[in-house]
């Protein structure tokens, strides 16, 4: 039997005043993507490889391998951040974003899973930063008609 490493995950939830397809499209919109969280080659397309493209800083190209694993508009969207290539973060992690509608709105909920003991510098750094993603995609789609 092998043991399997603990893992943890960010959960942020926000409600937002917005129909869900707003946000829905805020979250699958290569341009609308970049405006609240990175450049980007996204396809909301089961199997499609993308790529988030941030500025690089000591120790990382500032390149994020990604996949796509779910797509289920307008509800949820799931794609694995990082394949743990040197041209990435290290990580090999998953982000779930489910959409619930809600009185007036929308439950916006984002999980990033899968931290092992040897991400935690990510874990640390993306914890302080989903918060502020979340609230820049609730900015993006409050913009759009």
């Known amino acids: ?83 743990g290539t040197e041209s990435d973060s290290g990580l090999r992690t998953l982000v779930t974003w489910t959409l619930t509608p809600v009185a007036g709105g929308v439950l916006v909920r984002m999980e990033h899973s899968g931290f092992r003991p040897q991400d935690e510098g990510g874990y640390q750094g993306m914890g302080g930063g989903w918060p502020r993603i979340v609230g820049g995609l609730e900015r993006v789609a409050g913009t759009l008609g």
């Open 1 to 83: 039997m092998t043991e399997v490493a603990e893992t943890k995950s960010i959960v942020v939830e926000r409600t937002m005043p917005h129909p869900p397809e707003k946000v829905w499209r805020a979250l699958t919109t290569s341009a609308l993507i970049a405006e609240w969280l990175m450049r980007n080659d996204f396809e909301p397309v089961v199997g499609h490889r993308f790529q988030f493209q941030a500025t690089p800083v000591p120790g990382w190209s500032g390149i994020t391998n990604c996949e796509v694993v779910e797509v289920d508009p307008p509800r949820r969207l799931a794609y694995r951040w990082g394949d």
